[in-house]
């Protein structure tokens, strides 16, 4: 039995680190129960999804990632009018989101991304930009001598509408000096969320997981996305991600020394505790169909999670890494996977408003 202190403060939001190892150690379905619990009484039945495209718009990249299967794989810059036809056909698909990161290429200013940005607002006004990750504004603020509220102002005036809270992998330093030594530190991360919520920019918040780090640093992650909430309120879900380790170094290694995938009983586990440990300060838990696949994915809608994500329409970094549930869900098959979890489907915009048949 989970001890009644911990439930309460479960329910009151101050969850504590201490708490979420001994979660841990209760049976698992004791575990799946209390964020289920929490789930129903934080956002009720009903299942959210978005109807929206990623793009990805060059595989080149300058970055050292020692988890990426994507990059320079085809060595792709999509033109401006190839951009434009992906828009065109999101549009014609019902879309009302457009998810657009790329690569971190050499010499690239500030101007490639807002041409990206003016190419979908020129065309399609209405369509919301969720777009470039606090890397890419890292980047493209380094690259072009500015800050990085220079940067966001910009790209905010020129028509990003939300930023994708990715780039986050784990927000421990000892973790990042493993897997990705020369990405943004997990301050400098912070910092640029931080400053994108200050700017009146919403952004989701990401965890990847399953590959150097421990249980308590995937504990700390979730905290410290916590305190961000606490002090800015801008994070508009928090979405795990696990790790896949094929095609690439960090996956390699695991895999020489017998270390695989996280296993779907631990992936529910990791569900269950960003519920608890986020309870009345994110309301809302994104459950990643392309990484669990579609059966986990609904068993996790048990396990605390809300929301089912995106139809996509494509995504290609997930699949370089080994992901093999396609790239594109219709949604009809998403509301079927949810009706079948004994929930109700509702369509959302990226800001969780509903959008009525």
């Known amino acids: 039995m989970i001890p009644e202190d911990i439930v309460e403060r479960a329910y009151n939001g101050t969850t504590t680190r201490e708490d979420a190892l001994e979660l841990l150690e209760v049976k698992p379905f004791e575990l799946y129960a209390l964020a289920d619990d929490l789930r129903k009484e934080a956002v ?26 994507f990059k320079d794989k085809k060595g792709y810059l999509l033109s401006q009018d190839q951009i434009r036809e992906k828009i065109d056909e999101a549009v014609a698909s019902g879309a009302t989101e457009l998810c657009i990161q790329g690569g971190l290429m050499e010499d690239v200013k500030l101007d490639l991304y807002l041409d990206i940005l003016r190419a979908v607002k020129e065309d399609h006004p209405h369509i919301h930009t969720h777009c470039f990750s606090p ?8 690259s072009s001598d500015l800050t990085i509220e220079e940067t966001l102002a910009e790209l905010k005036k020129n028509g990003l509408n ?6 986050a992998e784990i927000l421990v330093d000892r973790v990042r000096e ?3 030594p020369e990405k943004i530190t997990r301050q400098q991360w912070i910092d640029i969320v931080t ?6 920019i919403s952004t989701t918040a990401t965890m990847m997981y399953g590959h150097v780090e421990t249980w308590e640093e995937r504990i700390d992650h979730i905290l410290t996305i916590r305190d961000i909430q606490k002090k800015t309120g801008g994070f508009t879900e928090f979405v795990p991600l696990p790790f896949m380790p094929y095609n690439n170094t960090i996956g390699d ?8 995938m996280t296993t779907g009983t631990e ?9 608890i440990l986020l309870n009345t300060h994110v309301k809302n838990i994104q459950v990643s169909w392309v990484k669990l696949g579609k059966k986990l994915a609904q ?13 996509l329409m494509e995504e290609s970094i997930s699949r370089s890494a080994g992901a093999s549930n396609g790239e594109v869900i219709s949604v009809e098959e998403l509301e079927w996977i949810i009706r079948g979890a004994e929930r109700t489907p509702a369509q959302r915009d990226t800001l969780y408003r509903s959008i009525s048949e």
């Open 135 to 142: 890397m890419e504004v890292y980047h493209a603020a380094t």
């Open 253 to 260: 290694q695991m895999l020489k020394e017998g270390k695989f």
């Open 162 to 167: 939300t930023m994708p809270g990715t780039a």
């Open 267 to 275: 992936d529910l586990k990791v569900y269950s505790l960003a519920r």
């Open 299 to 311: 068993v996790a809608l048990l396990c605390g999670g809300n929301d089912l994500g995106g139809t």
């Open 44 to 69: 009720g039945d009903n299942v959210t999804y978005v109807v929206n495209r990623n793009i990805n718009f060059t595989d080149r990249c300058i970055g050292t990632c020692g988890f990426c299967a």
């Open 178 to 180: 493993i897997i990705c």
């Open 195 to 200: 400053s994108a919520h200050k700017a009146g």
